[in-house]
């Protein structure tokens, strides 16, 4: 209020006449500038500079700790974002992570909250697992960081891997399986989510393989001789001599392969969480809901919720239609749950509060995006596809969302349930309990979760994560561009100058961003490159430059 009062004082004072927008875009550059003053910016790092640091720290580790040592950086975020930027890193990671409580990151010191590290047990991942990442990380890597940093040649002899990830980049693709697909397939098995999750869950499978063998063969070559004939006379004559020859030949065999046991199917998966359900004719202990047609936030039909309490936690799964009709009106078919439908979402939520997602199509095959025809999302950013896990996190803001359970409405308006006993008593069970207690009780240890995570509630944590994974996929402005090379912008100016790209020359030119995936894919090393030559010939002609 006393910014709007000193505006409105020192637009009276100038004579001014602006409208309220005006005004308010005034007030906000103000505003901004006065942000800047009292929190300036960070210092550009380059990925040198960010070796060097964690080396540092490294070093201070004991010996024996070492080798699973590893590290995020957050020195690309710009300062404005880097809370989010820290609270989504610090929810994600044992989100993905099959360890049965929370442990958190640590800054290292004296880097601004720039530089995280941790071990790789805290969360079960494997060294195997942090190298495939590590490997598609498109930032850090030669030329960009140099081979001859001292910094990375101690981290590489110490933890024998690539021990530094960009924290930003990581929280985006570990929280979306749909970018690893390729042309028109369904199931990414190498998404960072899954490969994190089961990474711990190594199987043997045994497959065919095409392979060439080598066949020996003993094959009778015509020779000529010069022999004495029985008068002594030299004359030539016709002879045969075997000799082995290896010959090509194509053979199918069986070989057994590691893998990480990624869940293809839904029994899979409900095997891997112990959330089989073949005790339920038994024991009928799970609990369920019908959400009617309209009264859901994903769904476009109706749909059952079911609820089961499993060995490791609480296991809910959806079940979905293409219409509400037939015996997938569900209002009318009381068939708990559906043996009809066409696609799930699954959610177990482990003992440790945190949730872990995974969809499915009708036949229980896992998909890494849901039918648009079914579900949809409107809040996760992007082309309002259900996608695992990024959709989930941001649909289900304080964990399982309280549904309007139509079955209990029905008889409360004094519709009756006749069924013979049997499925009366599964009716009953089913769809007439107490469901809102126990979402209540699952939101409060989702909830604790994300406490423990980042100290933040459910509701700041959700817009946190959506609003960061959405920061990071924007466009490259020319000042972010130079930030996230450790570079300014008078001096990436005059090193992109000399570039024959069209977008990079835009770039400098009038300040036309660069797509985020574009960056990545090419222009990020292009950049870097034109970098290291201008600073080389810089130094070259004597003047001091990083």
């Known amino acids: 209020m006393r910014w709007l009062v000193s505006l409105s004082g020192l637009v009276a004072s100038l004579g001014l006449i602006v409208s309220a927008q005006q005004a308010k875009q005034i007030d906000f550059r103000r505003m901004q500038s006065l942000r800047e003053q009292l929190n300036p910016e960070t210092p550009n790092w380059s990925a040198d500079y960010i070796f060097e640091r964690a080396a540092e720290h490294l070093a201070t580790i004991p010996d024996e700790q070492k080798l699973k040592v590893r590290y995020f950086s957050l020195a690309e975020v710009p300062r404005a974002n880097l809370p989010m930027a820290v609270a989504s890193l610090l929810f994600w990671c044992p989100s993905a992570s099959v360890s049965p409580f929370v442990m958190r990151l640590q800054p290292v010191p004296d880097t601004d909250g720039r530089l995280w590290w941790f071990d790789l047990d805290w969360f079960r991942w494997t060294p195997e697992v942090w190298e495939n990442i590590a490997n598609e990380d498109p930032y850090y890597r030669n030329p960009i960081v140099s081979t001859e940093n001292p910094g990375l040649k101690y981290l590489l002899a110490a933890t024998k891997s690539n021990a530094i990830i960009r924290g930003d980049w990581f929280v985006f693709y570990a929280s979306d399986t749909s970018l690893f697909l390729k042309g028109e397939d369904k199931q990414a098995d190498n998404a960072f989510y899954y490969q994190l999750l089961y990474s711990s869950n190594e199987t043997e499978t045994e497959v065919e393989e095409t392979k060439t063998v080598m066949d020996k063969w003993e094959v009778p070559y015509k020779v000529t001789k010069q022999v004495r004939d029985r008068y002594g006379r030299m004359t030539t004559v016709e002879d045969y001599e075997w000799r082995v020859e290896e010959r090509p030949r194509k053979e199918t065999v069986k070989v057994k392969k590691k893998s990480f046991g990624v869940p293809k199917t839904l029994k899979e998966f409900q095997d891997f969480w112990e959330a089989q359900q073949n005790h339920l004719k038994r024991f009928p202990i799970d609990r369920g809901a019908v959400v009617d047609e309209g009264e859901s936030f994903v769904s476009f039909h109706n749909r059952t919720l079911q609820r089961i309490r499993t060995k490791l936690g609480v296991y809910w799964q959806s079940y979905d239609v293409f219409r509400t009709a037939g015996d997938q009106d569900f209002v009318e078919n009381l068939i708990a749950p559906p043996k009809r439908f066409d696609a799930s979402e699954i959610i177990v939520q482990d003992g440790k509060g945190a949730q872990i997602y995974f969809l499915t199509d009708g036949k229980g095959n896992r998909v890494e995006l849901a039918d648009p025809r079914l579900v949809h999302d ?169």
């Open 378 to 546: 409107t809040v996760s950013g992007g082309n309002f596809a259900v996608i695992t896990a990024k959709s989930c996190v941001a649909c289900h803001v304080q964990g399982i969302i309280p549904m309007k359970n139509e079955i209990p409405l029905m008889i409360k308006q004094g519709v009756e349930i006749k069924a013979l006993k049997p499925l009366d008593e599964r009716i009953r069970s089913f769809y007439l309990s107490n469901l809102d207690r126990l979402v209540k009780t699952d939101q409060e240890e989702y909830s604790e979760f994300i406490r423990t995570c980042n100290g933040l509630t459910a509701e700041e944590n959700a817009r946190q994560f959506t609003e960061f994974r959405k920061s990071y996929d924007l466009p490259l402005t020319f000042k972010q561009a130079a930030r996230e090379l450790g570079s300014n912008t008078e001096e990436f100016g005059t090193a992109l100058s000399i570039s024959t790209k069209g977008r990079l020359g835009r770039l400098i030119l009038d300040g036309k961003t660069i797509p985020r995936q574009t960056w990545e894919k090419g222009l990020y090393a292009e950049s870097g490159l034109l970098l290291l030559e201008y600073r080389k010939s810089a130094k070259a002609h004597g003047f001091n430059v990083p």
